[in-house]
């Protein structure tokens, strides 16, 4: 891998990882679904404008219809998901959970997408997984209902992640492959008209009691802006650089940030497990790296 590639990761994994925080302080107050379609829609805003700025010619070769749908499952659902587990989850928590996103990659790929699997990407993703559930002890929840619901919510977007790295592999980056910034916008575009429904609808059944203050609203523009708008544009352009499997391994590196990020600015304690189970991602994250020599 490219030291150019290494560095995207590195500072991926940091912005996604304070969006575990940002996430934390404002879906207790706006709720699951505002805070995911405010997420997705000033990350849309945010692009036209970039795009604006830098002159981006909006030619998306036949493939806008792909990128919305490609949004909805890349963006929207998993949006939502992390909403609804920022609810009762600690940030570090939902940033753990996270980390099995290259493991349902590549349960992903060899299930549904004859993706070859090599006995190190398997020992490394189960690995990894072994590594969350070690760093899942070192909170202060018990094992109950808003661990088991916020868990859950955030499987079901890790799987969400596990199949858009793949399709769009499959549908962006055939015939040359489509311009990141543009990839990034239809995503943003494609959750925003996935949520805008849903967001009515929760505005009608149950509007939020408070809309919070400058500090929900402040996480809420780094959120949309900078753990979104910014950050899916560096990742269709790390997917295009090393693949699916790879770019997900990104998600090996987040729990690190995310548990950092809660400590320092939400007093969420730390424990010895962060180290352990830090280590095991770690190691994890080598194994599905390295390069096949024999596959499955």
């Known amino acids: 891998m490219r030291p150019v590639d290494i560095v995207r990761m590195l500072s991926l994994a940091g912005v996604w990882g304070a969006s575990f925080l940002f996430m934390r302080i404002i879906a207790p107050v706006l709720g699951a679904i505002p805070t995911a379609f405010f997420r997705v829609s000033i990350a849309a805003t945010g692009l036209l404008v970039i795009l604006a700025l830098m002159r981006v010619k909006w030619n998306f070769e036949g493939k806008l219809k792909a990128v919305l749908i490609l949004g909805v499952i890349n963006s929207g659902l998993p949006a939502t998901m992390y909403s609804v587990a920022a609810q009762v989850l600690p940030a570090g928590y939902s940033a ?55 868990a859950l919510a955030c499987l079901l977007a890790t799987t969400s992640y596990g199949f858009s790295g793949f399709l769009a592999r499959r549908w962006l980056d055939q015939q040359g492959g489509l311009d990141p910034r543009l990839s990034a916008l239809g995503s943003m575009l494609g959750a925003t008209l996935f949520l805008l429904p849903l967001f009515a609808i929760s505005l009608f059944n149950q509007p939020p009691a408070d809309w919070g203050g400058a500090s929900v609203w402040l996480s809420l523009l780094g959120l949309g802006l900078v753990c979104t708008a910014f950050a899916y544009i560096l990742f269709f352009r790390l997917l295009s650089s090393i693949g699916p499997v790879k770019s997900m391994t990104v998600t090996f590196m987040i729990p690190p940030f995310g548990v950092l990020w809660g400590a320092l600015f939400l007093g969420e304690p730390l424990s010895i497990a962060h180290l352990y189970g830090g280590l095991l991602i770690a190691a994890a994250l080598w194994l599905v790296l390295k390069p096949n020599k024999n596959a499955l």
């Open 96 to 150: 753990i959970f996270n980390a099995t996103t290259p493991l349902m990659g590549v349960l992903v790929g060899g299930l549904f997408f004859s993706e070859k699997l090599s006995l190190a990407k398997l020992a490394g993703g189960f690995l990894g997984f072994f590594g969350v559930a070690v760093l899942t002890r070192a909170g202060p929840m018990a094992f109950d209902k808003d661990l088991l619901t916020g």
